[in-house]
């Protein structure tokens, strides 16, 4: 069992930045993809960013490639997603993931723990 809690959320003016983290309690976080996807309403949930757990390969969806970079502390067992350039369309709650397969880190369906979220509100 995996238990993530997100924080870092908050409002924010389009242009400015903003750091996510999440909080993972396993026994071998290095077991597991972790994946920020992040959720507006109305609208599915999106696949953000992911990275590997030992050889932290890096997956970036085509929108934030470039202005969102994530990472994660393996001693901490957190995972951060930095936000640059935000704009108003990225506003939405971001929920952090864990999986433990790396197939597919793009699919929401192939992560097996999710946090509760934290909402993201970009003005402009």
């Known amino acids: 069992q995996v238990h993530l809690v997100e924080s870092g959320g908050g409002l924010v003016q389009a242009g400015g930045s903003l750091r996510l983290s999440c909080a993972a309690s396993?026994?071998?976080?290095?077991?597991?993809?972790m994946g920020w996807f992040r959720q507006a309403p109305g609208k599915e949930r999106e696949f953000v960013a992911a990275i590997s757990g030992k050889h932290s390969r890096i997956y970036y969806s085509d929108s934030v490639k470039g202005r969102f970079t994530i990472s994660r502390d393996n001693v901490e067992s957190t995972v951060y997603l930095q936000m640059s350039s935000l704009k108003p369309e990225d506003t939405a709650v971001y929920h952090c993931a864990a999986a433990f397969s790396e197939v597919l880190v793009l699919n929401p369906g192939r992560y097996d723990y999710w946090g509760q979220g934290t909402q993201v509100t970009v003005t402009v």
């Open positions: 396993a026994r071998t976080f290095t077991d597991y993809v």
